[in-house]
C-alpha cells in the first residue's frame, strides 16, 4: 500500500526519520520508538552535530487530519509548563518545534526506563531502596509545589531513571497550577492512578493530594500491590475516602506509621513535603546515597569501606550470638571467608543476606539487619579512608538504633527484639565499639 493512504488509514502522519527544528537550525535522526500514549509517539533521538540523546514526544496536532484528537490548546499547555523547569528531578525540557502534523518535544532522556519497570522485574523494592527514591521524588515534588504546581498524576511510570539511577519526575500533561485556595478545579482529562479522597469526593486537587499519591507508590513499591484496588469501583472510592487499604503487616513499623500518614483521609493531616523527609522511616533508617544499576532487577548489597566491613562482620556475629544462644557456629567460621578479601563481607539484612546464609537465626535483633544489606568494599583512595570511615559509622550508628519500643520486624522471634548494643563489645577495641553505640 502507498505510504500516504496507510497512514491516512490509520490516522497519524508518519514521523520523519531526520527532523529540523528550524528556530535552531538544528538537525536530529529519529532513533528506535520507545512507546506510545493516547495521543503521542516517544523516539529516542540525537542530534547529528552534537550525538546528544533526547527522548522525543511527538504529539499531532489537533484538527482535521491529526488521527485521534489531541484535546486543543493541551500540549500547548504542556510545553508552556514544563519548559519553564529545572530541576535535577524533574525530566529536563530541552525544547520543541514544530510542522504542519507534529509538535515535538525534546525532553531528557532516561536510559534505564522507569520505576514501573524496576518494580516490574523486581516485585518489591528495600526499604532503603524506597527512602533513596523518595528522598529524589520529594525534591522534585517541593519545587513543583513552591511553585504552586501539582503534578496530579505521579505514579511510578512517570518517574524515570537515567544512567546514574537519579530519579526523575515527567510527564507534566496532567499538571496544573493551583488558585490562591491552594486548590485546582480543572477537569482531570485521562485516567490518574492514585486518586485522593479530596479528588474523589470532587473538592478539587492540592498540593496534599500529591502527598496521597506519594503514599499509595510508597504502599506499593515496598508491597508489590496497590493500596486500593478497583473490584468494584465504587468500594474503592469508599476505602479511598476512608482511607481503608490492607495493612501491610510484614513492614517495619516505621514504614507502616509512614503510610499511614501519608493516606490520612483528611489532607490537612498528611505531612508536608518538608516534615516528611523528618519521619522516623527516613531519620533511623539507612539511605544510601546512590543505587547501583543492578538494582534494576535485583536487590543490592550496600556496601562500608574496609576495614569496618570487616569488623562490623564480626560485630554483626556477635549479635547473631546473642540472638538464640547457643549458636552452632564457631568462632573460626565466623571470621569466614571474607578475612582475606577472597569473598566479599557480608552483613545482609535482606535478599540473600548473611541472616539467611550464615546466621541460624532468620531474624535479627537490630534494625541494621532487618533494613540493609551491608558489603566491606576495598577501601577507597588513602585519603578519603578516614572520611568513608566517619561516614559508614555515622551510618552503622542509625542503622544500629534499635527501633522504637515493640518496634523490631512485625515478625520477630521474641528472642530477637532490639536490644540495645552492649557496652563492652569482646574483640573489639573499646574507642570503636564506644563510637558504635
Ligand atoms: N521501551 C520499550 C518499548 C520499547 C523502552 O525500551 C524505553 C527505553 C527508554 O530508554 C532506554 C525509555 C523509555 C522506554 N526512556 C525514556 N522514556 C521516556 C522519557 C525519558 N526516557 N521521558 C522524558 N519525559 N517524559 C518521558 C517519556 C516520554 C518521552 N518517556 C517514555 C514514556 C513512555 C515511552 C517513553
Redesign the pocket.
Known amino acids: 500500500m502507498e505510504p500516504g493512504l496507510r497512514w491516512r488509514r490509520s490516522c497519524r502522519p508518519p514521523v520523519s526519520a531526520f527532523l529540523r527544528d528550524p528556530g535552531s537550525g538544528r538537525v536530529y535522526k529519529r532513533g528506535k520508538l520507545?512507546?506510545k500514549?493516547a495521543f503521542s509517539r516517544?523516539y529516542k533521538l540525537t542530534d547529528m552535530s552534537t550525538s546528544a540523546v533526547f527522548?522525543l514526544?511527538v504529539v499531532p496536532h489537533g484538527g482535521a487530519g491529526a488521527g485521534r484528537l489531541h484535546p486543543r490548546g493541551k500540549v500547548e499547555r504542556e510545553v508552556a509548563l514544563h519548559s519553564r523547569l529545572r530541576h535535577r528531578n524533574i525530566?529536563a525540557f530541552h525544547g520543541h518545534f514544530a510542522d504542519r502534523d507534529h509538535v515535538y518535544m525534546l525532553?531528557?532522556?532516561?536510559?534505564r526506563?522507569s520505576l514501573a519497570h524496576v518494580l516490574e522485574a523486581r516485585q518489591t523494592l528495600t526499604e532503603p531502596e524506597v527512602r533513596y527514591y523518595m528522598r529524589g521524588l520529594v525534591s522534585g515534588l517541593r519545587y513543583l509545589h513552591q511553585l504552586r504546581i501539582v503534578h496530579r498524576d505521579l505514579k511510578l511510570s512517570n518517574f524515570?531513571l537515567n544512567k546514574n539511577m537519579e530519579v526523575k519526575i515527567?510527564?507534566l500533561g496532567l499538571a496544573a497550577r493551583v488558585g490562591p485556595g491552594g486548590r485546582c478545579h480543572r477537569v482531570l482529562c485521562g485516567t490518574p492512578n492514585f486518586l485522593a479522597p479530596e479528588v474523589v469526593s470532587r473538592n478539587g486537587h492540592s498540593c496534599q493530594s500529591d502527598i496521597w499519591a506519594l503514599g499509595c507508590i510508597m504502599y506499593m513499591v515496598l508491597t508489590g500491590a496497590p493500596p486500593f484496588v478497583a473490584a468494584p469501583l465504587s468500594e474503592m472510592y469508599q476505602n479511598i475516602r476512608d482511607g481503608r487499604y490492607p495493612e501491610p503487616a510484614h513492614l517495619s513499623p516505621n514504614a507502616r506509621r509512614l503510610i499511614a500518614r501519608l493516606l490520612a483521609p483528611n489532607p490537612a493531616e498528611r505531612p508536608s513535603l518538608d516534615h516528611l523527609l523528618q519521619d522516623d522511616f527516613f531519620t533511623q533508617g539507612f539511605t544510601p546515597d546512590r543505587l547501583p544499576p543492578h538494582s534494576c532487577h535485583s536487590p543490592p548489597i550496600f556496601a562500608i569501606p574496609q576495614p569496618l566491613g570487616r569488623l562490623f562482620r564480626k560485630v554483626g556475629q556477635l549479635l547473631l550470638n546473642q540472638c538464640r544462644p547457643p549458636c552452632p557456629f564457631t568462632p573460626d567460621e565466623a571470621s569466614g571467608p571474607g578475612e582475606d578479601g577472597s569473598e566479599p563481607d557480608s552483613m545482609g539484612c535482606s535478599g540473600t543476606s548473611v541472616s539467611e546464609r550464615e546466621a541460624p537465626c532468620p531474624e535479627v535483633p537490630i534494625n541494621l539487619l532487618t533494613q540493609v544489606n551491608l558489603r566491606s568494599d576495598p577501601a577507597g583512595p588513602e585519603g578519603s579512608l578516614r572520611q568513608e570511615v566517619e561516614v559508614a559509622i555515622r551510618k552503622l550508628q542509625l542503622c544500629l538504633k534499635p527501633g522504637p519500643p515493640g518496634g523490631g520486624p512485625a515478625h520477630a522471634h521474641p528472642a530477637c527484639q532490639p536490644q540495645p548494643m552492649p557496652v563492652a563489645l569482646p574483640g573489639v577495641p573499646v574507642s570503636l565499639a564506644a563510637a558504635l553505640q
Open positions: 520507545i512507546g500514549g516517544c527522548a514526544k525530566v525532553l531528557e532522556y532516561c536510559s526506563q524515570f515527567g510527564d
